[in-house]
């Protein structure tokens, strides 16, 4: 039975490698973290994701993780799967990336297949990674086989999964493509498309999520020159969605989080900083996106105002903390930004997420809701939806600043309550 190591079992790994083993592979993950491979091993997921758990828990006779390096030597296909985040000034870290990728040099054997998924600046490949892979002593595309295929994923969402969505990749050599799209075809039931060299597929991913960047950007800034205008936003990307081409809807939010979106343009805006070229664009969509949680924090100050409260003497309730919808994940969650200005303002805050329990501290909506003066909903998990706005009226609440459009602006007021949202009529 074929073999497959993976390196870095989080949001990206620990799907593939229980697809892998859905597959028919015999898996060895491998991680730094213990704790991780511990769980993992007794079919546990360290991710609360009730698809990824299911599969785990059917299919772990055949993933067995470890923490010891040499079980890279045992794989016919090695993935790369770790982190590459950003430092504080914003500066592509590949620390993680280039200790993966000497741990396989150091392990590396003939006729491994190497495949990298990590999100990398274009040049990566050529000129940090293939470099400590010579180490080796062995020569890419003549003893092993090196391609470059990002990772696509999609946190919470059913129907594109890692045995759905399509991929790109490039290779060293013709050889190493098809080795490569033999084995992505093994696994994936989507179209792998091959391109013409590695700096057009690392070109790929961090061309999709600036896409992204810079439209949530785009519609975040039209929420605040709408409430400005006094148009409501939300009537009008309902409206634009009706074109069935050429408009594509994002919506306003409270800033964005996770783990790529808000990352992987500054990969783009250094290398290509690197070369003379300034993206001015994707450095103002970065600024945009970045301003939201304070733009929150206006609305909130707005809404006090007019209930006569500060926010040193409100006391504040705030309702989902997750990056998004439907995810436990807080990484760059806009929310904690809002909470920690929250603190410096002295305001008492109550915090609930059903699924990041670990963040709040009170047991549910009801407490939530309790001796509050404004609630601020931020992840609109749909959970939420059981919510109604004659329960929130009910418990006290005066205002209600809804930072995802959530709630509807006529209903909220015939309950009574002061609401204020992101881009919605302020008239
Ligand atoms: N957001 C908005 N308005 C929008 C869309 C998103 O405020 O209209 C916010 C979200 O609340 C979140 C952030 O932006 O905080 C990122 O949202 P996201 O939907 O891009 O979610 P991610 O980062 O978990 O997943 C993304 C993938 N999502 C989609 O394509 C829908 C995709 O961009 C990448 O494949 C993936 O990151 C990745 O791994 O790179």
Redesign the pocket.
Known sequence: MKKVCIIGLGYVGLPLACRCAEKGFEVIGFDVDKKKISLINSGISPINDPFLKKKLKKFKSRIKSSNNASVISEADTIIVCVPTPIDNNNIPDLRELKSAVKLVSMNLRKEQLILIES?VYPGTMEEVIEPILFLAGIVAGKDYYLAYCP?????G?KKWTVSTIPRVLAGKTDNCVKKAVNFYSSIIDAKIIPLKSFKEAEAV?IT??CF?DIN?AF?NELAKSFDKLGIDIAEVIKGASSKPFGFMP????P???????SI?PYYLIDRANSKGFDHRFLKLAREINDSMPYYILDLIEEGLKRTGKTFSDASIGILGVA??KDVDDIRNS?ALKVIEELNKKKSKIKIFDPLVKKLSNVKDVPALLSETDCLVLLTDHSQFKKISLNKIKSSGVKLLVDGRNFWNKKEAEEEGLIYISIGGRKT
């Not at 990772?151 to 946190?155: A, G, K, L, T």
């Open positions: 999100t990772e696509r994923i999609d946190p969402n991913k999709e999520n992204r949530i519609i994002f919506f306003p939010g800033g964005v989080g996770g783990h790529c979106i992987d990056y998004k806009p």
